[in-house]
């Protein structure tokens, strides 16, 4: 159960990501709505990390929720945001990929 609160938290913290870059296309009240979302999303992802981490390795928690929240944002770079989606981006966020999942594994 643990794990699946990670991963969630780690969802929320693309969302809170998302957020911020829509926030910063966006002016006057529709800015404000980003921003709250944000603080929503902030204070949904920092909760689920801090009961997550309640029994699993503090150290593994946090690398999982912060590569997810990496990852996820990169993605959500590429699709949303129209950044570039080069070899070596998408290498690297590949090995990226590969590390969260070692973690996983190697944790009891």
Do not use: D
Not at 10 to 37: D, H, R
């Amino acid at each position: 159960m643990n794990w699946i609160l990670l991963i969630i938290a780690g969802l929320f913290e693309t969302a809170f990501a998302t957020c911020l870059g829509k926030a910063k296309e966006s002016i006057g009240v529709e800015m404000i709505y980003w921003y709250i979302g944000f603080l929503v999303c902030l204070l949904i992802s920092m909760s689920l990390l801090v009961k997550s981490t309640q029994q699993l390795p503090i150290g593994t928690a946090y690398a999982v929720w912060t590569g997810i929240g990496a990852v996820g944002t990169v993605l959500i770079g590429i699709f949303l945001f129209k950044e570039p989606a080069t070899f070596w981006r998408l290498f690297f966020l590949t090995s990226l990929i590969a590390s969260i999942i070692g973690l996983k594994v190697v944790s009891h």
